[in-house]
């Protein structure tokens, strides 16, 4: 994954249960605080890296096209699943701005000690090195 040029996200989908106690947003937004943490974690971004993605709710809409930029590949109408699809070209840059922007407030609710443990190991700072 490391040296990956390419990134696809199949798709993020919270589906409230009937006798919720958390509102979906929240579980949404655990969601991409985590899929950002992956990717943050996990993909270089040494060079330029194309994310497409698929958008099945209109909160993903909302977040590709106009919170982090993806522009529209393919109308969902031309598609067999009938999901719009969106790619984006994504540097280290872009990576910085969204955790500022977006993600980075979520980390006081979600337990990132895996994570964290991750980030002061051998390999994490190796990583983190070129972030």
């Not at 993605?53 to 529209?72: N, S």
């Not at 598609?79 to 969106?86: A, E, L, M, V």
């Amino acid at each position: 994954m490391y040296n990956s040029d390419i990134i696809y996200i199949g798709g993020i989908a919270v589906i409230p249960d009937k006798d919720e106690i958390l509102p979906s947003k929240i579980y949404s937004d655990r969601l991409l605080y985590a899929l950002y943490l992956y990717i943050k974690t996990f993909y270089s971004f040494e060079k330029t890296t194309t994310i497409s993605a698929t958008a099945a709710t209109d909160q993903g809409e909302h977040w590709l096209r106009d919170k982090l930029g993806f522009k529209l590949y393919k109308d969902g109408r031309h598609r067999k699943d009938g999901h719009n699809y969106y790619v984006k070209e994504v540097t280290v840059e872009d990576i910085k701005i969204w955790g500022e922007k977006y993600f980075e407030k979520f980390n006081h609710k979600i337990d990132c000690s895996a994570y964290k443990k991750f980030v002061n190991s051998e390999d994490g700072k190796r990583i983190f090195k070129q972030i």
